[in-house]
């Protein structure tokens, strides 16, 4: 999943993250240099879509233009984390 707007400096990752744990969500999410965040998230489909719809509105202080959702192969994450924002190549 990628999130657009107003999105980074507003604790989303780590909202996420506490969110996905309480869900029993495996995966991750990281800021991406463009200023979006991505997220993977792997469990049972109906915790997904509960994350995926709380990443609509992300915490209080997000501004969510719009998410782009994308079906993958699950990766076998264990647990969830905040991974490092890739550089800019």
Request: with cysteine.
């Amino acid at each position: 999943m990628i999130v657009a707007g107003d999105v980074q400096g507003v604790f989303f990752r780590d909202t996420c993250r506490r969110f996905a744990i309480e869900q029993s969500v495996a995966g991750w999410v990281r800021n991406l240099p463009d200023g979006t965040v991505e997220a993977v998230f792997e469990g049972d489909a109906y915790h997904v879509d509960r994350l995926v719809e709380w990443a609509r509105n992300g915490p209080s202080q997000a501004i969510v233009d719009c998410i782009t959702v994308f079906d993958e192969p699950a990766e076998g994450c264990a647990g969830f984390e905040i991974r490092s924002t890739p550089w800019r190549r």
